[in-house]
């Protein structure tokens, strides 16, 4: 074969996975590259879970609903009730 045949990528492809396969280093390169790419894979998929939990922790702990407003506005209704509800009171021993 002629170096200009190597140049062609289908026999480019062939002689570097021949060298691979044919190789111990190359194998050895090609399965620690595989288990580190699968740890570092498992490692962000936890990560990615681990902040979607806790987003989601926190939107339960906050108590907000789907439209984006809190229900803990509660005590705050209840304190305007009680501060209404004494003028009217007031206004209506008066008259």
């Known amino acids: 074969m002629a170096f200009?045949?190597?140049?062609?990528?289908?026999v480019a492809i062939t002689a570097a996975v021949a060298a691979a396969v044919f190789s111990p280093r190359a194998r050895k390169l090609i399965r620690?590259?595989?288990?580190?790419?699968?740890?570092?894979a498992l490692i962000a998929s936890d990560a990615v879970v681990s902040f979607?939990?806790?987003?989601?922790?926190?939107f339960q702990l906050s108590g907000t609903n789907g439209a984006g407003t809190s229900v803990?506005?509660?005590?705050?209704?209840?304190?305007?009730?009680?501060?209404?509800?004494?003028?009217?009171?007031?206004?209506?021993?008066?008259?």
């Open 52 to 58: 979607a939990k806790s987003i989601g922790q926190g």
């Open 4 to 10: 200009d045949d190597y140049l062609e990528p289908e």
């Open 72 to 95: 803990s506005h509660e005590p705050q209704q209840q304190t305007h009730k009680h501060e209404h509800a004494s003028p009217v009171g007031s206004a209506g021993g008066q008259g």
């Open 32 to 40: 620690r590259g595989a288990v580190y790419g699968v740890a570092g």
